[in-house]
């Protein structure tokens, strides 16, 4: 069964640093695209960041202005999020998720397969 | 960049059908596959529909996708309603520079 768990959440002050960590079980994490979406408290879903199944592409949403870092280790099956410089405004919850893979034809499709059941992280003074 | 603009809330009663709407801003709706997401409360996303009208397997197929060039939109219907479904639902694209692209959500009321 693929399993994401994320975690690293909680309360931090404005301007503070937090790594968001996900780790991945039931599936060849190597083998996937992986990415963080976030959902501020009442609103909708918003991508942050996604990085290639081996690590040699990665790209951040623009409104995040370079805040983010998106990483992953795949000998320890996990994914991470550095996140600095935080406003109240990244105040969400954090969820990982894969990146669906289409075995038969060999290629990526654009949609998220699993989701982790997110991280909170608040930033507030 | 473009943006995808989907209704606040829609309401409709058991066993009806509804629609709901994602309008792209710019650039061709048929240009990068829409994807729908149903988010129940408390629980994360779940694919429903992908690539505009595929339904992944253990999804009923009282769910439906499309997309109209002449709106430069794409639809996700749902037949049969019921109490279960209701939950957001969110569609997503992506552009030619591999961002992710979310609409707003609409909240879908079963009553």
């Known amino acids: 069964e693929v399993q994401l768990v994320e975690s690293g959440g909680g309360l931090v002050k404005p301007g503070g640093s937090l790594r968001l960590s996900c780790a991945a079980s039931?599936?060849?994490?190597?083998?996937?695209?992986m990415s963080w979406v976030r959902q501020a408290p009442g609103k909708g879903l918003e991508w942050v960041s996604s990085?290639?199944?081996?690590?040699?592409?990665?790209n951040h949403s623009d409104s995040l202005k370079g805040r983010f870092t998106i990483s992953r280790d795949n000998s320890k099956n996990s994914l991470y999020l550095q996140m600095n410089s935080l406003t109240v405004e990244d105040t969400a919850v954090y969820y990982c998720?894969?990146?669906?893979?289409?075995?038969?034809?060999?290629?990526?499709?654009?949609?998220?397969?699993?989701w982790g059941r997110g991280s909170l992280v608040t930033v507030s003074s | 960049n473009f943006m995808l603009t989907q209704p606040h809330s829609v309401s409709e009663s058991p066993g009806k059908t509804v629609t709901l709407s994602c309008t792209r801003s710019?650039?061709?709706?048929?240009?990068?596959?829409v994807q729908w997401y149903q988010q129940r409360p408390g629980s994360s996303p779940i694919i429903v529909i992908y690539?505009?009208?595929?339904?992944p397997s253990g999804i009923p197929d009282r769910f439906s996708g499309s997309i109209d060039s002449s709106s430069n939109s794409a639809s996700l219907t749902i037949s049969g309603l019921k109490t279960e479904d209701e939950a957001d639902y969110y569609c997503?694209?992506?552009?030619?520079?591999?961002?992710?692209?979310f609409g707003g959500g609409t909240k879908l009321t079963v009553l």
């Open positions: 998720a894969r990146r669906y893979y289409d075995w038969l034809f060999q290629r990526n499709h654009w949609y998220f397969d699993h």
């Open positions: 039931g599936f060849t994490f190597s083998d996937f695209d």
């Open positions: 990085i290639r199944s081996r690590g040699g592409y990665i």
């Open positions: 710019s650039g061709s709706i048929a240009s990068n596959y």
């Open positions: 690539d505009d009208n595929q339904r």
């Open positions: 997503q694209s992506y552009d030619s520079t591999n961002y992710w692209v």
